[in-house]
């Protein structure tokens, strides 16, 4: 199996990949319209403002949707599960779920999820998986 992807890291970025080495997962949040996002970007794209800070999120949310996958991608197994999941603090991000059975009697839409960090030699992503560990 090829490697996985390794994500393309811009000065807007840093941070996000800096908290993640480091176990936290880190959102922007819009000072203005009091709104979380992702992925980083320097202005909000709710209001459009710049006066944005970097918060720590929970890192718990719900499984908001999923799509199970049986095409090869690079460093990824088919099946493997892809998944939307809606964070505590409101935004929304595309993932992957892991440490989860790869089946649909497995998998919850609304199912308590946490993150969890996944190494990638000198970057780390965040990934998802159940809540509590293995479903």
Same mark, same amino acid.
């Given at each position: ?23 936290? &997962? ?18 909000? %794209? ?27 991608? %690079? ?18 991000? &595309?993932?992957? &779920? &892991?440490?989860?059975?790869?089946? %649909? ?17 000198? +970057?780390? +992503? ?10």
């Amino acid at each position: 199996m090829t490697e996985k992807p390794h994500p393309e890291i811009y000065p807007e970025t840093q941070f996000y990949w800096d908290g993640a080495k480091a176990g936290q &997962l880190l959102l922007n949040h819009c000072t203005s319209c009091d709104q979380s996002y992702f992925p980083p970007r320097p202005f909000c %794209p709710n209001c459009g403002n710049r006066d944005v800070i970097v918060r720590e999120a929970s890192g718990k949310g719900r499984l908001y949707s999923y799509v199970i996958s049986h095409l090869p991608a %690079p460093g990824y197994e088919p099946p493997y599960i892809v998944a939307v999941v809606e964070l505590e603090e409101g935004t929304r991000m &595309l993932t992957n &779920l &892991l440490d989860c059975p790869v089946d %649909p009697s497995a998998i919850e839409v609304d199912m308590p999820v946490e993150v969890t960090f996944e190494n990638r030699g000198d +970057v780390t +992503v965040p990934q998802f998986r159940p809540q509590g560990g293995a479903a």
